[in-house]
């Protein structure tokens, strides 16, 4: 069935610092991978996507990285700050025909250290 | 525009009772889907509702159920509750089935005792 691995589980930057996640994904038909930041009894929120037509994308100090051959995606934050701390999950889209659903990634906790 | 909102915000139940839960979507979205997240199994697809017609459905039991209403309003239902249905149960609205971007509610947290 459809798999999305991340890693890593928990990461601890100091602020200022880049930090990267990695996730990779099973199914071949998945053409949107979207990155959402979940805070401490918050909903997830969605900070950035990509879909499967676009290599790269960014928004200030986020950026996302998409190999569609490895099915790799990653998510790039620069200039950590401490309100960067949360919970992050990778998703992948599988959609066509019935399908229709998000494939979460297990989460990265993510802390900064000021 | 109002994001999403779920209710209740919390509910205590415990074994064998049945829960319903709320979803209200975005004004214009007509996609929901709900999904169950726990420390252990992470956010997991629960199904999704479009023109209420149930479109997709995860591994989960027949104990979990919905159903969509004529204005996008979203129910979910769990029958004889059990211990390892405790969760926070999230829904997302969408534009329609081919929009991709899905926005969360804030979730109902269920402790089953």
Known sequence: G????????????QEGDSAVIKCTYSDSASNYFPWY????????????????N??????QRIAVTLNKTAKHF?????????EDSAVYFCAARSYGGATNKLIFGTGTLLAVQP | ????????????????????????????????????????QGLQFLFEYFSETQRNKGNFPGRFSGRQFSNSRSEMNVSTLELGDSALYL???????????????????????
């Open chain 1, 74 to 82: 990653s998510l790039h934050i620069t200039e950590t700050q401490p």
């Open chain 1, 37 to 52: 930041k979940q805070e401490l009894g918050k909903r997830p929120q969605l900070i950035i996507d990509i879909r499967s």
């Open chain 2, 91 to 113: 829904c997302a609205s969408s534009r329609d089935r081919a929009a991709d971007t899905q926005y969360f509610g804030p979730g109902t947290r269920l402790t089953v005792l």
């Open chain 2, 1 to 40: 525009k109002a994001g999403v909102t779920q209710t209740p915000r919390y509910l205590i139940k415990t074994r064998g009772q049945q829960v319903t839960l709320s979803c209200s979507p975005i004004s214009g979205h007509r996609s929901v889907s709900w999904y169950q997240q726990t420390p252990g």
């Open chain 1, 54 to 59: 676009v290599g790269e994308k960014k928004d």
């Open chain 1, 2 to 13: 459809e798999n999305v691995e991340q890693h890593p589980s928990t990461l601890s930057v």
